[in-house]
């Protein structure tokens, strides 16, 4: 399909260097690290601002899981005032920063219908409502969470009650005296059921499956830095059986108020199934006091109540699904080979996830967070610039 066939309304830009699709962090640390090798790049992001999912999809409350040097993005550290663990509003803040500090300037209100290789050309076509961008490199930076994941529950579709997800919840404070179900038990159902309960909500928590549930320290240092130091020396599975028993003297036993824990350790399950732990930020603590109470999974949802596997049934003033996010690549890349078209991953995990063929690659599909944001970041710039370099190293030649 080329410029040719395009719609009378549509116009057709042609971009030198890179397009990345996604301003998030791993848009911003592409273009950063291709603009310090000179190679120019244009973000395309269908918001209309750098960090949405930070900055629209996330509660007021929420922290960086792991300290802050385990979250900069490459050649610009956190401010030294900022916390070890840094606040949405100051990640955002350091994410505007960042795209000043390099010059990179999104195009805004660009969401992207569909993205296909033109084996004729040889590039990449990037249709957006309004124009047809074309180039010779595509980077996928969109995000492993780029939309909300709602669970297949029976009857949730004719439920009547009030329901939202977690992606639109800010805070507790309307929810006083309320009786309120947490569907989800990672990281944003904790700590959504925290923020709840915080506020003088009755909180239930769903918890289906078997988790790992670590402290965010233990004796005043990050459980993760932990980690990263101990596998300097050990086998991942030594250290499972270390950070597991800290896990129990800080916290307790799990299995005492209903929440089992998986045979495998939480570093190997992580890397085997990229299943992430829970780092407890406060709401474990409030379900062994009772104020958070553990309920099983749910069997059905009626009308207006929810039924659960163990015969109970409840009504509830309200209902947040916190079942977390899905990639949503699938759903416009026109290309098989690269990624799933399943799950929207690449096919290859990291660290091999990061170039396909034709000039395709993608940046912070690691499972890995921010860390695994900048190797990728770093790795496609350093590529993509060997062949910038060499194409106008050619093109001199022949002038």
Not at 50 to 55: E, F, Q
């Amino acid at each position: 399909m080329s410029c040719d066939t395009m719609k009378p309304e549509s116009k057709c830009v042609w971009i030198p260097g890179p397009v990345i699709i996604g301003a998030g962090p791993s848009g911003l640390a592409a273009a950063a690290c291709l603009k310090e090798r000179g190679v120019p790049s244009l973000i395309l992001e269908k918001e209309g601002c750098i960090g949405s999912l930070w900055r629209l999809k996330t509660h007021d409350s929420l922290q960086l899981h792991l300290p802050k040097e385990f979250c900069q993005l490459p050649y610009v550290p956190f401010p030294s005032e900022f916390p070890t663990y840094a606040s949405k509003q100051q990640f955002i803040s350091y994410l505007e920063d960042y795209a000043d500090h390099f010059g990179i300037k999104p195009m805004f209100g660009q969401e992207v219908q569909w993205a296909m290789y033109e084996e004729t050309t040889g590039f990449w076509q990037v249709q957006t409502s309004e124009t047809r961008y074309v180039c010779r490199w595509l980077i996928i930076a969109s995000g492993e969470n780029a939309e909300p994941v709602t669970p297949d529950i029976d009857g949730l579709s004719n439920y009547r009650g009030e329901l939202m997800h977690s992606s639109t919840y800010k805070d507790g404070t309307q929810f006083k005296g309320n009786k309120i179900l947490v569907v989800g038990c990672g990281n944003s159902g904790m700590e959504v059921s925290l923020d709840l309960c915080n506020n003088g909500a009755q909180v239930s928590l769903v918890v289906r499956d078997k988790l790992h549930i670590l402290p965010r320290e233990v004796f005043g240092k990050s459980t993760f830095a932990l980690s990263v130091w101990l596998m300097k020396w050990f086998h991942v599975k030594l250290i499972d059986r270390i950070i597991l028993l800290c896990a129990r003297l800080i916290l307790g036993d799990t299995n005492e108020v209903g929440i089992k824990r998986p045979e495998m350790g939480p570093l190997e399950l992580k890397n085997y199934k990229g299943k992430t732990p829970v780092l407890d930020v406060g709401a474990f603590a409030r379900i062994k006091s009772g104020e958070i109470k553990v309920v099983d999974g749910i069997q059905r949802f009626t009308t207006n109540y929810v039924e659960f596997l163990d015969g109970r049934v409840e009504e509830f003033d309200l209902v947040v699904i916190a079942t977390g996010y899905k990639s949503n690549v699938s759903s416009w890349l026109k290309e098989g080979d690269f990624f799933n078209r399943e799950d929207g991953f690449p096919k290859k995990p990291f660290p091999n996830n990061w170039k396909g063929n034709n000039g395709i690659y993608s940046v912070g599909f690691t499972k890995r967070g921010l860390l695994g944001t900048s190797i990728d970041a770093q790795r496609v710039a350093e590529d993509i610039s060997r062949q910038w370099n060499s194409e106008t190293k050619h093109l001199h030649l022949k002038l």
